[in-house]
């Protein structure tokens, strides 16, 4: 059972960047690592993925081009760089895991961590 812990969240103007980071407690290396985000009133929606296997990274239409998945399975951490912050991507931000997975659905990933709230200030 790997647990997970999102860190870097905080409070940002418009066109700023955050840096997040999900630290695991097991080795992530044959774990598919996604982030997911909530906004209030909305459910929940895919963000990014990197896949175990081949290192494949896919984005939401939404944060394409800004956002950037990295993975450093030395350190069991993954990140997600946000660059070009909008309003509209202010929500709190979970890291999720699913070993051996291939998949963007929150719904097939098994492990959660607790969140990390993003403020984008206009």
């Known amino acids: 059972q790997v647990q997970l812990v999102e860190s870097g969240g905080g409070w940002v103007q418009a066109g700023g960047s955050l840096r997040l980071s999900c630290a695991a407690s097991?080795?992530?290396?044959?774990?598919?690592m996604g982030w997911f985000r909530q906004a209030p009133g909305k459910e929940r929606e895919f963000v990014a993925t990197?896949?175990?296997?081949?290192?494949?990274?896919y984005y939401a239409d939404s944060v394409n081009g800004r956002f950037t998945i990295s993975r450093d399975n030395a350190k069991n951490t993954v990140y997600l760089q946000m660059d070009s912050l909008e309003s509209e991507d202010s929500a709190v931000y979970y890291c999720?895991?699913?070993?051996?997975?291939?998949?963007?659905?929150?719904?097939?990933?098994?492990?959660w961590g607790q969140g990390t709230q993003v403020t984008v200030s206009s």
């Open positions: 990197s896949i175990w296997s081949s290192g494949s990274t």
């Open positions: 097991g080795r992530i290396s044959t774990y598919t």
């Open positions: 999720a895991a699913v070993r051996m997975g291939v998949t963007t659905l929150a719904h097939e990933y098994h492990h």
